[in-house]
């Protein structure tokens, strides 16, 4: 058996369905043909974001964050190197709090940064402050694993 699962693309916010097993070979769009994992995070505003909520099998990594957060930038190296380790398995995905200020509301989200792992459409675990590259993988390997 053969079982596919939806990937929504980075670039096109297209969904692709891929067969399972082959996440890995490096999938591409099938509308775009832009690589479906690039191992960085992607950039969503509200609307993106919940498009990609609603649309990927796979579980989403997101940095709640803002521009003038000291510890949010000094998170987000790790959190781009992350992205290379943690994918395919995962995307990671960044939400400023400051242009998606509703979302943030709605989701409840106190401090930043925070990272919040959603799987099946919902939020399956949280971690709230700055985290190192390993705390940043082992976290959000654990909380998959969990969910």
């Given amino acids: 058996m053969n079982e596919s699962i939806r990937i929504v693309c980075p670039a096109c916010d297209a969904t692709n369905r891929v067969p399972a097993a082959r996440r890995g070979e490096g999938p591409r769009c099938g509308a775009c043909k832009a690589a479906l994992f690039q191992a960085r995070p992607v950039a969503l505003s509200e609307k993106r974001f919940r498009h990609h909520l609603r649309n990927s099998d ?35 995905v960044k939400v400023s709090t400051e242009e998606a ?15 919040a792992l959603f799987a099946g459409g919902r939020e399956v675990a949280r ?14 390997e654990g909380a998959a694993t969990s969910a």
Avoid: N
């Fill in 58 to 92: 796979i579980p989403l990594l997101v940095d709640f964050w803002a521009s003038w957060c000291g510890p949010c930038r000094a998170m987000a190296p790790a959190f781009e190197a992350a992205a290379a380790q943690l994918e395919p398995r995962m995307r990671l």
């Fill in 101 to 115: 200020a509703s979302l943030a509301t709605e989701l409840a989200i106190r401090s930043i940064p925070t990272l």
């Fill in 127 to 140: 971690q709230p402050g700055a985290m190192p590259l390993r705390g940043i993988i082992d976290w959000a």
